[in-house]
């Protein structure tokens, strides 16, 4: 299972530098590509790196983009509470949990799970109403696009930053799940096994 875990991060590790190979055809998904210029960021242009995005539609490109915003922002999220955890810090329970989050996650009440899933489930309710107004774009729940539009630099700008660090969160909650599943070293220099 360790072995597993760890030959998957390596994988979609070393697969998010690969270069992106780009094909010139007139499909509707190029004119995505050349049209759209959030996401397209250096050094691997186009972010495709299983070709998902072959032969797909703009609406289901859409919704990509969409997930991947969705699981950037919940990792950036994973990513600052694995670091509170790991500092001892658990304001709904007096710190009387593990400071190792995967052992904290173990030890949380079935009361601590349930608020988790109804605040899920009450965000996602949310966010699918958000959907359904005029306008809507793909990502965009608090509506900055009533305001703003990608013609603006800076809001480009922000929107790249946006999906590369969520990009690197998936990336790097992954590498911090697997090093303490492998190492059991959950806090900071969680890589010191590696360079000792």
């Known amino acids: 299972m360790k072995t597993a875990c760890v030959l998957a991060a390596l994988t979609a590790s070393a697969s998010a530098f690969a270069p992106a190979q780009v094909a010139k055809s007139s499909t509707a998904l190029n004119g995505w590509k050349d049209d759209m210029v959030v996401g397209i960021t250096a050094p691997v242009g186009f972010f495709d790196p299983l070709g998902l995005s072959k032969g797909k539609d703009d609406a289901t490109m859409a919704m990509y983009r969409e ?23 658990h304001p709904a329970f007096d710190s ?22 109804l605040g899920c489930g009450a965000i996602e309710w949310l966010a699918q109403q958000i959907k359904a107004r005029p306008g809507y774009q793909a ?3 608090l509506g900055a696009s009533y305001w703003v539009d990608n013609s603006d630099e800076g809001w480009v700008d922000y929107q790249n930053k946006e999906i590369n660090n969520g990009r690197l969160a998936m990336l790097a909650i992954m590498g ?13 220099q ?4 590696l360079v000792q």
């Open 96 to 117: 009387k949990l593990s400071s190792d989050p995967l052992e904290a996650a173990a030890q949380l009440p079935t009361v601590g799970w349930l608020q988790f899933v």
């Open 190 to 193: 969680i890589f010191k096994p």
């Open 139 to 141: 990502g965009d729940v």
């Open 67 to 89: 997930a991947e915003l969705k699981h950037g922002r919940v990792a950036m999220a994973a990513c600052l509470g694995w670091y509170i955890t790991a500092s001892g810090v």
């Open 176 to 188: 911090m799940i697997t090093q303490d599943l492998q190492f059991h070293d959950y806090g900071d």
